[in-house]
């Protein structure tokens, strides 16, 4: 069992910058894949970014190649989503997920997910 609490969202212009992180409980955490997918408004949920259990792998949707960076700190159980030159179009929950073993893009393939936190970007 796995428990995954996000934090560090919240209300920021056009242009700034957050840090979101996915801090998580329980036994093997470097034996998990980790992911960061958001849902906006009256859409589904996408994927965002997401990496393998040594941080070696990352991969990225193509809306935020560039702009975000994942990375994870296996001694602090805790996954990061660096976020640079945020745009209004990045509004959404944030949810970081865990699965166990290889890295997967499709969130129907994660194990466990965190509550998610909110960004807003305003114009």
């Known amino acids: 069992q796995v428990q995954l609490v996000e934090s560090g969202g919240g209300l920021v212009q056009a242009g700034d910058s957050l840090r979101l992180s996915c801090a998580a409980s329980?036994?093997?955490?470097?034996?998990?894949?980790m992911g960061w997918f958001r849902q906006a408004p009256g859409k589904e949920r996408e994927f965002v970014a997401a990496l393998n259990w040594s941080g070696g792998s990352t991969y990225y949707a193509d809306s935020v190649k560039g702009r975000f960076t994942i990375s994870r700190d296996n001694a602090e159980n805790t996954v990061y989503l660096q976020m640079n030159s945020l745009k209004p179009e990045d509004t959404a929950v944030y949810y970081c997920?865990?699965?166990?073993?290889?890295?997967?893009?499709?969130?129907?393939?994660?194990?466990?997910w965190g509550q998610g936190t909110q960004v807003t970007v305003s114009s």
């Open positions: 997920g865990a699965r166990y073993g290889g890295v997967v893009l499709r969130d129907g393939d994660y194990d466990y």
């Open positions: 329980g036994r093997s955490f470097a034996s998990y894949a």
